[in-house]
């Protein structure tokens, strides 16, 4: 186990280290910089401010100093955001994006994992065929369109909810039904076909055979064992929610990292490019690590292949 273990931690340090490269390169190789959009900069100080940021060497050389920034942590000071570092702006905000993802990811696996049940229950009944509609909309319908349409109906039409902003509950249930409906409808289908496959099974039959209750059978035997894939989909589910909250955060107006990261790249500010891109990059990876172990964990062929 512990040479699988360090086999998947090395392909993970190798991926965000070609992440980092390729990022790197081709933030660098889009025509003009972060300072000369400004026509009132005199040449005199955009030179000392390419000299002050290291963007007057060699493309080689700011390469290697960044690399050797980043071991020791360092992800550089913003080029838009004057004296403000780019460790301090992803603190800041991912508390934000965090609690928005952390929300969203907990509504859609909670009514997911719920109407998945149901519908399993109630094959070929009316809520059976209502969960498959709303997975065939969840799965094909992107989230800013819900966004778009939760914005026109409950908070335009009907006045229910505020439009935009963060900081109120009120505030927060638009933006986390948006980015949640599309794991309510994903998680909702898996859940459904999962129970159905182990409602089959010898030993829930052999359960219902020795004379235990619906509810028994139902809680010990077959939602205890359908809800496995859910489990092992979680992982990248929190981290594709955190990257997915990006266009939501700024449909909503959330001072998240997605305001940051789009901001970044209309900037050209090249350190908070590289910051939130390796952020994100990082929690990919992280939670596919941890899934390729948790994998190693329950099924030994995996890890001795």
Not at 51 to 77: R, T
Not at 78 to 84: E, H
Not at 97 to 123: C, D, E, H, P, Q
Not at 188 to 196: D, H
């Amino acid at each position: 186990m512990l040479k699988y273990t360090l086999k998947r931690f090395f392909i993970a340090i190798l991926t965000l280290w070609v992440i980092i490269t390729i990022t790197f390169f081709l933030m660098h190789a889009i025509p003009g910089d972060p300072f000369t959009g400004n026509k009132k900069i005199p040449p005199e100080i955009l030179e000392n401010m390419m000299a002050k940021y290291g963007l007057d060497e060699p493309l080689i050389v700011q390469y290697g100093k960044y690399l050797m920034n980043l071991l020791k942590g360092n992800l550089g000071d913003s080029m838009f955001y004057r004296a403000r570092s780019v460790n301090t702006i992803l603190a800041e905000s991912f508390s934000v994006s965090g609690k928005l993802g952390g929300m969203a990811i907990t509504v859609g696996a909670t009514l997911g994992v719920f109407f998945g049940i149901v519908a399993a229950l109630n094959r070929n009944k009316f809520f059976d065929y209502f969960v498959i509609v709303l997975a065939v909309l969840g799965v094909s319908v992107p989230s800013y369109v819900f966004a778009s349409l939760f914005q026109y109906v409950f908070a335009s039409k009907l006045g229910w909810f505020p439009v935009a902003r963060w900081g109120t509950w009120q505030q927060a249930v638009l933006p986390v039904m948006a980015l949640g409906f599309g794991y309510i409808a994903y998680i909702a289908r898996m859940m459904r076909t999962s129970m159905l496959d182990v409602i089959n099974q010898d030993y829930v039959r052999t359960a219902k055979a020795k004379g235990l209750s619906r509810q028994q059978v139902l809680w010990k035997h077959t939602i205890r064992n359908a809800i496995l894939p859910i489990i092992t989909i979680l992982g990248v589910a929190v981290a594709g929610i955190l990257v997915g909250s990006l266009v939501i955060e700024n449909i909503f107006g959330i001072p998240g990292l997605g305001k940051h990261f789009v901001l970044s790249i209309k900037q050209n500010d090249y350190y908070l490019i590289m910051g939130t891109t390796i952020f994100y990059a990082a929690i990919l990876i992280l939670m596919m690590f941890i899934i390729d172990i948790l994998y190693g964990v329950v099924d030994p062929r995996i890890r001795l292949d």
